[in-house]
């Protein structure tokens, strides 16, 4: 039972981490304005990167929180999770710092959904719930680490406040940014291979739609 609420803490919040990972290469993926000639904005490199990171941290996380079921393995197991918490926090700081990248450049766009005003607050909404989950679940990593530094029976690992306020209440809050701040309509099943973008032909002409485009991404469908 303990191994199972220990793994049930530790591993869950790294399937956000994962959402927020897919969400940047698919952005990056589909605006083909940008071009990107950097190594760490390719798509593939950007999804299998972090998601390789995280299933490493996961892997360690899980390990660790195993080893420390027994007396004998429950220092060697801290530190195996120290260390992949300590690990998600490095590639979590290395993904921010790509994620404003992408936000401050305009070449990368996202569609405008049904709710949005225009394109700029389509991308606006998108970054916004992904760099503050993304906050969330590094705020959330540093308390798992001094929770695991400070040992079992240490004052946080005590503190029943502690892990309400800097555990479930922060994960609670990102769900809600992803429920409030609702990104699915702003990625279309078409894929942007397939559009021009502001800077080079300005739409694309199918059967009966053109789309049209400005500096900001997709601004909306036309029938013919």
């Known amino acids: 039972m303990y191994v199972l609420m220990t793994l ?29 000639t950097k190594f760490w904005l390719r798509p593939r490199f950007v999804n299998w990167f972090y998601f390789a990171s995280d299933i490493f941290s ?5 390990a660790g929180g195993g080893m420390m079921t027994t007396a004998k393995g429950r220092e060697p197991g801290k530190k195996i999770v120290l260390v992949g918490l300590t690990v998600q926090l490095f590639f979590f700081a290395c993904y921010l710092l790509t994620t404003v990248y992408v936000w401050r450049k305009p070449e990368y766009v996202v569609n405008q959904g049904p709710r949005d005003k ?9 970054m916004v719930a992904i760099v ?17 530094a400070d040992g079992y029976g240490g004052k946080i690992y005590s503190s029943e406040w502690a892990f309400y306020v800097f555990d ?3 994960i ?11 990104i699915g309509p702003n ?16 739409k694309m002409e199918s059967d009966d739609t053109t789309v049209h485009y400005s500096s900001s991404g997709l601004v909306h469908n036309q029938k013919q």
Request: net charge positive; proline share 6%.
């Open 172 to 182: 609670f809050i990102a769900f809600l940014v992803y429920i409030v701040l609702f």
């Open 8 to 36: 049930f803490l530790l591993l869950p919040p790294n399937a956000l981490a994962l959402v927020n990972y897919k969400t940047i290469g698919k952005i990056i993926e589909d605006s083909v304005q940008a071009r990107p």
């Open 118 to 126: 225009n394109p700029a607050a389509a991308k606006r909404k998108v």
């Open 132 to 148: 503050l989950t993304t906050i969330i679940i590094y705020l959330r990593s540093i308390y798992r680490i001094a929770e695991f």
């Open 168 to 170: 479930t209440l922060l």
């Open 187 to 202: 990625f279309s099943k078409v894929r942007a291979s397939q559009h021009k973008i502001y800077g080079y032909p300005q």
């Open 58 to 62: 996961i892997a360690m996380q899980g």
